[in-house]
């Protein structure tokens, strides 16, 4: 496997399951993101983590919990969801420095449907 | 006012035509200019990227950024169908250790055969 992956590709679940995304890199990066993508709405920017500790918390409601037990792998669990928050999560992975453009390289993402 | 606006189309062009894809932004300390394309049910993937106003350019693809406009373009010449795709902006402000990369809406665009 290459560049960065996401698993599941597609999940429906219902307000009061409980899922996790899984992202993985494979590109040696040191930095790694959640982004939500909603139709005709710039991605968000939701969490990031660099060398596994989590700088950046946009305000991002309690019911997503991100968890980055190293830095090729990041998660984020899914609690008691609400209908808006159906949409497209994306991974994405950069080497992160002050000589770098922070290029970030995205996941497939995972198309999320909370009914 | 957004910090990026992008038009997001959608554009309907004829095959071989010039698209001119357009972003405008608000903050000065903006640094790092970047153009993705996303494929339906993909990932945005990095097109091309730039810093300094001016043309660059990359085959058929030229970025182009004007700072004191604050206005960046991505041109495709000769566009074929499978230019088409959702191409997002995306402008990088670093201030000290802190980085923030900034998404426009993206522009739907489809180049027919």
């Known amino acids: 496997e290459t560049g960065v992956t996401q698993t599941p590709r597609h999940l429906v679940m219902g307000m009061t399951n409980k899922k996790s995304l899984k992202c993985e890199q494979h590109?040696?990066?040191?930095?790694m993101y959640w982004y939500k993508q909603s139709a005709k709405k710039p991605l968000e920017l939701m969490f990031v983590?660099?060398?596994?500790?989590?700088?950046e918390n946009n305000s991002v409601p309690s019911r997503f919990s991100p968890e980055c037990p190293n830095s090729s792998h990041l998660f984020l669990h899914l609690h008691t969801l609400q209908p808006e928050d159906s949409a497209l999560y994306l991974c994405?992975?950069?080497?992160?420095?002050?000589?770098?453009?922070?290029?970030?390289?995205f996941g497939p993402g995972t198309r999320l449907t909370v009914l | 006012q957004k910090e990026v606006e992008q038009d997001p189309g959608p554009l309907s062009v004829p095959e071989g035509a010039i698209v001119s894809l357009n972003c405008t932004y608000s903050?000065?300390?903006?640094?790092?200019f970047m153009w993705y394309r996303q494929y339906s049910r993909k990932g945005p993937e990095l097109l091309m990227y730039?810093?300094?106003?001016g043309n660059k350019e990359d085959g058929r693809f030229t970025a182009q950024v004007d700072k004191s406009s604050k206005y960046i373009s991505l041109f495709i010449r000769d566009s074929q169908p499978s230019d088409s795709a959702t191409y997002l902006c995306?402008?990088?402000?670093?201030?000290?250790?802190?980085?923030?990369?900034?998404f426009g809406s993206g522009t739907q665009l489809t180049v027919l055969p």
């Open positions: 994405a992975s950069s080497q992160a420095s002050e000589f770098s453009t922070d290029t970030q390289y």
């Open positions: 590109l040696g990066h040191n930095a």
């Open positions: 983590y660099n060398f596994k500790e989590q700088t």
């Open positions: 903050n000065s300390a903006f640094q790092y």
């Open positions: 730039t810093y300094s106003s």
């Open positions: 995306a402008i990088l402000i670093s201030s000290g250790s802190a980085r923030q990369l900034t």
